[in-house]
């Protein structure tokens, strides 16, 4: 069976972009990662790519009149390439049904909380704020809402007493660096049924 094609979407730091490079270099994920799609071209994400050799789709959102503009645009380099998979790994910008339909139970995106508690901007400050002792990671497919689709599989981080929003990051980001490319990897496998809101995970 071939590798399936994924496109990556990222915004920023792009940490979790490299933790999917380094799983499959490692043989622990077999996909190939067709792009990377990033609304910021100065990101650091894009430098990793360079390194890593994977072509991206750079944009900036001011340049076009609409959202569903430039998801027109993201979306014919997807078909054009043939990606079964988008993953979205820090990529911080809403989508609409441009790309939710055609792509919907093929589109992935990773939270820093355990939804759908937390759910929107700033996953961990909300949590720390809230005095909770139990936080982590979500993966869940996309549905056009914030942070609102079917949950795939989740990963518990505890809360520290002394805990500061940097520390509980670091511990949040490291779990994201696991769960994602554990997900994908199932996905790719054809291990992973969605029904309605439920999600079935074949180990």
């Known amino acids: 069976m071939a590798a399936q094609r994924i496109a990556v979407f990222a915004s920023g730091q792009g940490t979790n972009f490299q933790a999917i490079v380094d799983a499959v270099r490692e043989g622990k994920l077999d996909v190939t990662i067709e792009l990377l799609v990033c609304d910021k071209p100065s990101a650091p994400v894009v430098e990793r790519a360079r390194k890593a050799g994977v072509d991206t789709f750079l944009f900036a959102p001011k340049e076009y009149p609409s959202r569903e503009a430039y998801e027109t645009a993201i979306l014919a380099e997807l078909t054009r390439r043939g990606v079964e998979l988008v993953v979205l790994a820090g990529y911080m ?26 759910p929107g901007v700033n996953g961990i400050g909300q949590a720390l704020a809230y005095g909770v002792k139990l936080t982590g990671v979500t993966v869940h497919y996309v549905d056009g809402g914030m942070d609102s689709g079917p949950i795939i599989a989740q990963a518990a981080v505890e809360v520290a007493e002394e805990e500061t929003e940097s520390s509980l ?7 994201e660096r696991a769960l994602l490319p554990d997900v994908i990897r199932h996905i790719a496998q054809g291990r992973v049924t969605l029904d309605g809101r439920r999600v079935t995970v074949r180990r």
Do not use: C, D, Q, W
Request: proline content about 9%; aromatic content about 10%.
């Open 93 to 118: 910008r809403i989508i609409t049904s441009v790309l939710v339909e055609p792509y919907y139970g093929r589109m992935i995106n990773i939270h820093p909380a355990l939804l759908p508690a937390f």
């Open 169 to 175: 990051a670091e511990k949040i980001h490291a779990a």
